[in-house]
């Protein structure tokens, strides 16, 4: 394998959150006690791709106080950089999770309204220093969902970033729970992906923010071509494109990836997910395996492998981050899933 990582910085910019989850599996009307874990799109990135060797900044705005710290000495234990990260406001982002299970759905209420990263001033961060040395740029569709505030800063950094040659990648990631402070994600979402060169999308994000629509009756390898090739008509920088695709069959969920790289469609092998642990969190696990193995400069298809591996063993998982090896994941690749014990 060739490793590129040691020369490799990527810088992320997004809400570092806390996650209250309902114990033992009750509903939010039966809580009694939670459970608490760190997570935020962009923080999960980051935990992945630390672990991984890859050195990585995570940048956001939180309130001086002892919550804030708990997020960050998380963050720490997987050597994620926050130096960069700045402090005002009165409170860091909450968000409830009540977790289904094969009959209902999991449900997520946000907290999120007025918090420190909600209400970062425009003019707050000095892109071009916190970017100095960074060789890629990552962020996703909830950071300008969560506010206009938000927005502008994350337009501030995409365009320092491009100014720099940095390259950027996007995850679309738009959530039904935000967008609401008047905007509407189609006015905000396209000037902000134009510059990326990479980005993992889905068909509903593109849709939403773009309005391609592709035939619901054709096959997901066409629907994804098709959506390519109308994507680089508004991404004109664009040259990587990877979705992650999850379809039920009875209690079972079937998960895979399709990679657009190089003029290439590479597709991983489908996963028949028996047990979910925890979904919350496997987007970002496939976004940072992609991250890593773009930057390694593994081949199309070891690059959709080790994605989709990554979003695979992130439902193992309790909490946002996957917490995992280069080791296990290679494992995983060449031996799927198993329930020895290794010992």
Request: charged share 20%.
């Given at each position: 394998m060739n490793t590129n990582t040691s020369q490799t910085k990527i810088a992320t910019f997004g809400e570092l959150l806390l996650r209250m989850g309902i114990a033992n599996g009750n509903r939010f009307?039966?809580?009694?006690?939670?459970?608490?874990?760190?997570?935020?799109?962009?923080?999960?990135?980051?935990?992945?791709?630390?672990?991984?060797?890859?050195?990585?900044?995570?940048?956001?705005?939180?309130?001086?106080?002892?919550?804030?710290?708990?997020?960050?000495?998380?963050?720490?234990?997987?050597?994620?950089?926050?130096?960069?990260?700045?402090?005002?406001?009165?409170?860091?982002?909450?968000?409830?999770?009540?977790?289904g299970n094969q009959i209902r759905q999991s449900q997520v209420i946000y907290d999120r309204n007025n918090s420190a990263f909600a209400t970062i001033a425009e003019d707050e961060i000095n892109w071009d220093e916190v970017l100095e040395n960074t060789t890629h740029f990552h962020w996703s569709g909830i950071s300008p969902g969560v506010s206009n505030e938000a927005s502008l800063v994350c337009k501030k950094a995409i365009l320092a970033a491009h100014h720099k040659g940095i390259t950027i990648s996007s995850d679309f990631n738009f959530r039904t729970k935000l967008w609401q402070y008047g905007k509407n994600p189609s006015e905000i979402m396209p000037e902000l992906l134009y510059y990326s060169t990479i980005t993992i999308a889905d068909l509903d994000s593109t849709e939403?923010?773009?309005?391609?629509?592709?035939?619901?009756?054709?096959?997901?390898?066409?629907?994804?071509?098709?959506?390519?090739?109308?994507?680089?008509?508004?991404?004109?920088?664009?040259?990587?494109?990877a979705m992650s695709f999850r379809k039920s069959e009875g209690q079972t969920h079937l998960y895979s990836g399709m990679l657009?790289?190089?003029?290439?469609?590479?597709?991983?092998?489908?996963?028949?997910?028996?047990?979910?642990?925890?979904?919350?969190?496997?987007?970002?696990?496939?976004?940072?395996?992609?991250?890593?193995?773009?930057?390694?400069?593994?081949?199309?298809?070891?690059?959709?492998?080790?994605?989709?591996?990554?979003?695979?063993?992130?439902?193992?998982?309790?909490?946002?981050?996957?917490?995992?090896?280069?080791?296990?994941?290679?494992?995983?690749?060449?031996n799927g899933s198993s329930n020895r014990i290794n010992r």
């Open positions: 009307t039966q809580a009694k006690e939670m459970q608490i874990h760190i997570g935020g799109a962009e923080a999960n990135v980051c935990v992945l791709l630390s672990q991984l060797g890859i050195k990585t900044n995570y940048i956001t705005r939180l309130p001086n106080n002892d919550l804030s710290q708990l997020a960050l000495n998380e963050l720490h234990k997987y050597n994620v950089n926050t130096t960069d990260c700045i402090y005002g406001g009165d409170r860091i982002g909450l968000y409830f999770i009540e977790s939403i923010y773009f309005g391609i629509k592709t035939d619901k009756n054709d096959s997901d390898s066409n629907r994804f071509l098709k959506t390519y090739e109308l994507l680089k008509e508004k991404m004109p920088y664009l040259k990587t494109l657009l790289h190089k003029g290439e469609l590479y597709e991983s092998k489908p996963y028949l997910i028996h047990l979910v642990t925890d979904q919350i969190g496997s987007g970002d696990a496939f976004t940072a395996g992609l991250l890593y193995s773009l930057k390694n400069d593994l081949s199309g298809q070891e690059c959709i492998n080790w994605a989709t591996a990554c979003g695979v063993i992130k439902q193992s998982i309790i909490g946002d981050f996957a917490i995992t090896t280069p080791e296990e994941i290679n494992h995983f690749i060449k």
